[in-house]
């Protein structure tokens, strides 16, 4: 147990977060039992590592644990937990937990017998919590940890404080708003930069992104989606030549039965790889109004756009780019549709928007909102697309 304490100390002491992240504020930390999901490399590691040092610095009693660790080989969770708790713990954080055979049921029986412990756990966003996990149906409390916003990355790179706006904020008040950012830096300036290489914090460290984001890419193919859905390793390659071929594709309409016959397997099959995909948040499918999977999407597109220039840089298109910002940045809170003709998405089932490109003639409809590239204040239903990434 000394050797977790060391550890803990260590990772504490030596834990900067760069940015605060507003996720910290939103969760009910009295709660017992916290489950935190997020796609490979959005920081949940550090996340819980600057709740250890905000909330308890130095103290023992609270732990932090990998699973990881070659410990729990031969030894349980709740084992730990008991002993832990007999040293005067209180909470134990749990960083990957899913890596732990039998993982749910141990963290029921701590639930049960520990009354007076709370456990915060991470996993990966492939993790069906409560679906998937009956026993936890009822306990636990789930959040996700998303990457970083524009908002956040503009608060890094300027040493800013903006705060996030909802839709509604935004839609009522977007030349207000952008009056009082603009007063003080020029997002412009920021935005293609955020869009190669801002969503993930790793882009910090003095290392290549695009390769760091390329072995991300491929650990949630290899780790998060085949182990934790337990697909062998021979049909690795087939799901990554699938999610190249999508990528490769841009946004747009599946054609299941061709990727079927590419990759050599089902239609079902290539429904079930498209989901997989979905939840390890590499891939976003977005559906007519009223439908929803297992019906075939009717769009596809990269979770975000650093994704996309990691995949096929030479080929990234500008409308495709604007589209694949605009749906990662607004699903977070709210619903996304494809809209209809002439509309490029329709929002929680009544808001129309249209995405578009700077110089781009617009026909104006008054019922329509249009988020606009390269616009540093909107006027009216025209607004700045790079203030939708104040959303969070």
């Not at 030349?175 to 003080?184: A, V």
């Not at 700077?358 to 019922?367: F, L, M």
Request: aromatic residues 12%; glycine residues 4%; hydrophobic residues 40%.
């Amino acid at each position: 147990m000394e050797a977790f304490y060391r550890t803990h100390a260590y990772l504490v002491e030596h834990t900067n977060a760069p940015v605060r992240r507003d996720l910290m504020d939103e969760i009910n930390w009295n709660d017992r039992l916290i489950g935190i999901k997020g796609m490979r490399g959005v920081g949940k590691t550090t996340f819980l590592l600057q709740y250890a040092k905000e909330k308890f610095g130095t103290e023992r009693s609270c732990l932090y644990i990998n699973m990881n660790n070659f410990y729990f080989c031969n030894h349980s969770i709740v084992d730990f937990a008991s002993d832990f708790q007999s040293r005067g713990g209180k909470v134990l954080l749990i960083d990957q937990v899913f890596k732990h055979p039998d993982w749910s049921n141990e963290l029921r029986l701590c639930y049960d017998r520990f009354p007076n412990l709370k456990i915060v756990f991470t996993g990966s966003s492939v993790m069906r919590l409560k679906e998937e996990n009956l026993e936890l149906r009822d306990i636990v409390k789930s959040y996700n940890l998303r990457g970083f916003s524009f908002r956040e990355f503009l608060n890094l790179q300027t040493g800013m404080k903006f705060h996030a706006y909802t839709l509604e904020e935004i839609l009522n008040n977007h030349e207000q708003i952008t009056k009082g950012i603009l007063s003080k830096v020029r997002p412009l300036d920021y935005f293609q930069d955020y869009m190669h290489h801002g969503f993930y914090p790793f882009f910090l460290e003095k290392r290549n992104f695009s390769e760091n984001l390329l072995k991300t890419m491929n650990m949630m193919i290899e780790v998060d989606i085949l182990l934790i859905k337990q697909i062998e390793l021979k049909y690795l390659s087939k799901i990554k030549k699938l999610l190249y071929m999508l990528a490769i594709d841009g946004p747009k309409v599946p054609n299941v039965s061709q990727l079927a016959n590419d990759i050599e397997t089902s239609r079902a099959t290539v429904m079930n790889y498209l989901k997989y995909l979905a939840d390890a948040r590499l891939i976003n499918m977005v559906y007519p109004k009223k439908e929803e999977f297992p019906k075939k999407p009717s769009k596809i597109m990269m979770h975000n756009t650093n994704l996309m220039y990691s995949i096929y840089p030479l080929q990234v298109e500008e409308q495709d780019l604007l589209d694949t910002f605009f749906v990662n940045t607004i699903w977070k809170d709210h619903k996304v549709n494809k809209g209809d003709k002439n509309i490029s998405y329709l929002i929680d089932e009544t808001m129309p928007f249209k995405i578009c490109c700077r110089g781009i003639k617009i026909k104006n409809n008054p019922s329509v909102t249009y988020a606009i590239n390269q616009m540093d204040i909107g006027r009216g239903n025209q607004i700045p697309l790079w203030l939708f990434g104040f959303l969070y």
